[in-house]
């Protein structure tokens, strides 16, 4: 099985479908590469992206106390701080993007160098055609 099909299809006990992969497995493997930057983030973003309080009532509601009433609508009353957890979120993308960078680039570029010489000795199509 292929890692794509377990996450998208991946299900416990149950042989018609792949074995799961525990995503906060995924999340916690990020989160040592990246030296615990990435747990406490994704859980920030959770809250906003599941139905609960932040991400319903809490971003969508502006509370009148002395009155006892509740507005509903699109007030976004943690606006500041969700735009932070977007600035971070782009933030901790870029440091993963550039560790995968560092991790491959020499891989990459080895690659890159053999499909070259290929291409200038006019066999990439051949190559490319036996794979």
Known sequence: MTTINRLLFGWSNDNDFPEKIYVLKCIDSVDKTLE???RTHYEILCEYAHPNYS???GSYTKPDD???EV???AYLRNEEALRGYIENTVVIA????????QKYEKVLNEALDACHELHVAGKLKVAYDEV
């Open 55 to 57: 991400g319903t009532f």
């Open 94 to 101: 870029l440091e993963l993007l550039n560790h995968i960078q």
């Open 71 to 73: 507005h509903f609508g």
């Open 36 to 38: 615990g930057k990435f």
């Open 66 to 68: 002395p009155k006892h």
